[in-house]
């Protein structure tokens, strides 16, 4: 079986390591050709030429993000440009479900309310929500949530598949010392990694900051994800600068001092305000961080299956506060989680993932 994988490919970018994990992992077992999708492309014919480039072998498989594809306007969105080319079975990886627009002053808020509700009038939101996939002979998930808001929405069950994420086994150990020498860190410390845009819950956690443990140094890693969350970035530096050394922003780190930092850090949060999966938490589990999340449906399913993390009510700073410094004043139940994320690594190979989509794409294929 030969397979066309069109996805983000070696960029600063979550669905690009886990891309390239999956692509890893499936060559020992069938044929994988890669298409890179190079994202902030404006030209149909690019997107054409993406469905196109598939054609070529047995099935297509998609991973797909709205901003891949231009966003989520009627007259900015190219995944049907792509669709309307391919001639093979096709498999989609949807990576995150349709939300509000959130983030911003309340006038953005507010134009953004009102061109959801036009959207939604129009019936665009449920082209997004459901019907772009329609062309798919099975549409992959990784929660269970995120498998039964599509249903809700009309889906059919039977073209659904929920396969986990994968962890990854290939991220090198880092040098706490040296992470510690670097930025000058003497206490216990805190991060949140990841693209700083809003639903990453930044402001939240520098609300938080304000009553915890004054010895601790949180450390916000990352950058925009676009240039529209440039305003943003902006927006959390201007907060961070409050509490002066207390608060760092490093900016988007390269693997290897992003493993340093990593080892040098006590805890971390994940405040996120919307999500349907995370790679990020893969990856930290992997490494069997402490990891201190909202309680959103997709954090709650992986603490069902396994009591790995700790959760706080999603939005509430005070709760927020409230766990890290209970976290950071018991080493025993920082240790705790760490081993509880081993075992959760330890039954996320990305050898049963393989295997899984393998079946997938038999299925699809009949």
Known sequence: MKIAMLTSWEQPCGIADYARALVKSLEPLLTVKVVPIDRGQKQAAYFRHLGQAGNDCDLVHIQHEYI???????????????????????????HTWLTAFSGGPIWKRTLRSMRD??????????????????????????????????????FPPE??????????????????????????????????FGFLIPSKGHLLALQAWRTVLPEATLMIVGKPFS???AAYAE???KQARFFGRAVRLTGYLETPELADLLAATDLVIMPYTSSTSSYSLSVLLAQRKAVLASDLSCF???QTECPCLELFPAGDSLALARKIN????????????????????????????????VKVYTEAMD
């Open 68 to 94: 891949f594809f231009g966003g989520r306007d009627p007259w900015n969105y190219y995944w049907p440009d792509i669709l309307r080319e391919i001639r093979v079975p096709l498999v989609v990886t949807s």
């Open 117 to 154: 509700a036009l959207y939604g009038w129009l019936g665009w939101n449920q082209y997004l929500e459901t019907g772009q996939f329609k062309q798919a002979r099975r549409l992959i998930v990784h929660s269970r949530a995120h498998a039964q808001f599509l249903q809700g929405r009309g």
């Open 159 to 192: 073209k659904l598949a929920v396969v986990a994420q994968g962890v990854p086994v290939h991220f090198p150990p880092g040098d706490a010392l040296c992470a510690r020498s670097r930025w000058g860190l003497k206490g216990p410390v805190v991060a949140i």
């Open 227 to 229: 240039k529209t969350d």
């Open 235 to 237: 927006i959390v530096a």
């Open 300 to 302: 709650k399913e992986v």
């Open 326 to 357: 209970t976290l950071l004043r018991d080493p025993q139940q920082l240790s705790a989680l760490s081993q509880a994320a081993g075992v959760w690594a330890g039954n996320h190979s990305w050898d049963k993932i393989a295997s899984r989509l």
